[in-house]
């Protein structure tokens, strides 16, 4: 058998294998939509919302970028979410003082 054939053949075994698993994805997938909000293993499928907003996700991921080489959009990134962080928690301030105002008033006018 010559090396050109030999290659031939090992390439149709190899397509053959990926629509065997092209296909049993094809069928995970669908049973997965068929069964709603529980997974085959018996989690709850909201899960991976939670795990999404957990800290240490974000931190993972951004380390995740910085490896990829993408370090100056990872920086930028992170320079942007640390202004948004700082101007929500000025606003929690002022909002939190507003409302410690708007309660002395209304104790004031309970007591005249």
Do not use: N, Y
């Amino acid at each position: 058998m010559s090396r050109l054939t030999e290659l031939e053949a090992r390439r149709r075994v190899l397509l053959a294998r990926c629509e065997v698993q092209r296909l049993e994805l094809a069928q995970r997938l669908a049973s997965l939509h068929r069964e709603g909000p529980q997974a085959e293993d018996g989690r709850v499928a909201g899960v991976g919302r939670a795990a999404a907003r957990h800290p240490l996700a974000w931190i993972a991921a951004l380390a995740g970028l910085t490896v990829l080489g993408r370090t100056r959009d990872v920086l930028a990134l992170l320079a942007f979410v640390r202004t948004a962080l700082t101007v929500a928690s000025r606003a929690a301030q002022l909002l939190s003082f507003v409302a410690a105002v708007r309660a002395r008033r209304a104790a004031r006018r309970a007591e005249s």
